[in-house]
């Protein structure tokens, strides 16, 4: 079981826009930045948010992230067949001392 | 650009150990905290370990503490993971990572596959 919770898939027609969310605590999300990583099929992870809302050069703007609290979610809008992919959120844990990951979610587009 | 290449990897019995190196170009690696993240076959992300740039501070996920080291070599651009008494839970890709604060992976490299059976 993960230290971040996600929904295992997430799905979503052509055009439209899909949330996926990522549930923490005190110790991860709560006092650090959340990260989102897109791992296409078959590839490594590409780091696609960084510090809740930041998007590294080259990612679309379609992509958004935002942080409350104790959760984060990625907004993906205008959605296109090459965003299925997996997502995961990441933060570190100072509890932990460690990193920790989400589950990941399985975005399908229909 | 920015390129990180593991290797090391193969099929090693359970209990034996194995090291897995990470080569970086592209950037001042000496810079840049350095992690290991592992991906079990059709399973999830799992973060392993971090090296601080000056290799001054190391931390470990759970499973592995006392089992695995990480270390560098600034000289020569490049991370390791040192991996004894290897189980079959160990079994999965392990990619390197470049983080330039902040549990920040920005650059990954290709993975190399650890399979651990007899």
């Known amino acids: 079981q993960s230290v971040l919770t996600q929904p295992p898939s997430a799905s979503g027609t052509p055009g439209q826009r899909v949330t996926i969310s990522c549930s923490g605590s005190?110790?991860?999300?709560?006092?650090?930045?959340v990260y989102w990583y897109q791992q296409l099929p078959g590839t490594a992870p590409k780091l696609l948010i960084y510090?809740?809302?930041q998007r590294p050069s080259g990612v679309p703007d379609r992509f958004s992230g935002s942080k409350s609290g104790t959760s984060a979610s990625l907004a993906i809008s205008g959605l296109r067949s090459e965003d299925e992919a997996e997502y995961y959120c990441?933060?570190?844990?100072?509890?932990?001392?460690?990193?920790?990951f989400g589950g990941g979610t399985k975005l399908t587009v229909l | 650009q920015v390129q990180l290449v593991e290797s090391g990897g193969g099929v090693v019995q359970p209990g034996r150990s194995l090291r897995l190196s990470c080569a970086a170009s592209?950037?001042?690696?000496?810079?840049?905290?350095m992690h290991w993240v592992r991906q079990a076959p059709g399973k999830g992300l799992e973060w392993v370990a971090v090296?601080?740039?000056?290799?001054?501070?190391?931390y470990y996920e759970d499973s592995v503490k006392g089992r695995f080291t990480i270390s560098r070599d600034n000289s020569k651009d490049t991370l390791y993971l040192h991996m004894n008494s290897l189980r079959a839970e160990d079994t999965a890709v392990y990619y390197c990572?470049?983080?330039?604060?902040?549990?920040?992976?920005?650059?990954w490299g290709q993975g190399t596959l650890v399979t651990v059976s007899s």
């Open positions: 990572a470049g983080d330039p604060g902040g549990y920040h992976l920005d650059s």
């Open positions: 592209g950037f001042t690696f000496s810079d840049y905290a």
């Open positions: 090296i601080w740039f000056d290799g001054s501070k190391r």
């Open positions: 005190n110790s991860n999300i709560g006092s650090n930045y």
């Open positions: 510090r809740n809302n």
């Open positions: 990441a933060a570190w844990d100072d509890s932990l001392s460690g990193g920790v």
